[in-house]
């Protein structure tokens, strides 16, 4: 039982790439979560999802792009990075809006 | 508009001596309550979770957390502080939608 996984752990980009965060949970959770972590700012929700072929829009949705293909992947995509994407992304996942969130490991992003 | 505020954002304590986290809450119904570390490096981990009934939770490594409608508070307690839970420690609440706390950093003193 894995709980929750990130993939990568590390990435360095430059301005304008493209890159995919991928988050996978063997839980059989229906909510799925992608929040960043900048210093002093606490966790930032970004976009979430309450069900495989479901998501939504979080607190900082913008320059991001998110898909639930499979209820035990939540893919985030930035399309045309830019320094102010440089952060910590965590993926968390929970059976419900009510229940305690499992967090993965976390991936630092650095864009350049 | 729900939130969830850690008034402190960082506290220090001596290893040994008692600690104390506050929280404060604001919800129009009682709403689902969470307290999590976070190790350097690490995701967050959850330490306790108050739904309903006793309003005293206790946790994993020796915490507790006391609820208080009263005061729309969720305070975290450890009676005796060792220097490995030198962390960030955030709450967050649910009553529908998920909030989290800014977070606070404990330094323990040797």
């Known amino acids: 039982n894995a709980g929750v996984t990130q993939t990568p752990k590390f990435r360095v980009l430059k301005t304008g790439q493209s890159m995919t965060l991928l988050c996978a949970q063997d839980m059989n959770h229906e909510y799925m979560y992608w929040y960043r972590q900048d210093p002093g700012m606490g966790l930032r929700l970004i976009h979430y999802s309450v069900g495989e072929g479901t998501t939504a829009k979080g607190e900082v949705p913008d320059g991001y792009n998110v898909s639930r293909l499979k209820k035990q992947n939540f893919l985030l995509g930035l399309e045309s990075a830019a320094p102010s994407q440089t952060s910590v992304y965590f993926c968390?996942?929970?059976?419900?809006?009510?229940?305690?969130?499992?967090f993965g490991p976390g991936t630092r992003l650095t864009v350049l | 508009a729900q939130s969830v505020t850690q008034p402190d954002i960082h506290i220090t304590v001596s290893e040994g001596a008692s600690l104390e986290l506050r929280c404060n809450y604001s919800?129009?119904?009682?709403?689902?309550l969470f307290w999590y570390v976070q190790s350097p490096g690490q995701g967050l981990q959850l330490l306790l979770k108050?739904?309903?009934?006793?309003?005293l939770v206790q946790g994993i490594k020796g915490f507790e957390a006391e609820f208080k409608r009263s005061q729309s508070s969720f305070n975290l307690r450890k009676p005796s502080v060792h220097w490995s839970d030198a962390a960030e420690y955030f709450c967050?609440?649910?009553?529908?939608?998920?909030?989290f706390g800014d977070g606070t950093t404990l330094t323990v003193k040797p």
């Open positions: 919800y129009g119904a009682t709403p689902y």
């Open positions: 968390a996942s929970s059976y419900t809006v009510y229940n305690e969130q499992f």
């Open positions: 108050y739904f309903s009934g006793d309003t």
């Open positions: 967050a609440g649910t009553a529908g939608k998920s909030t």
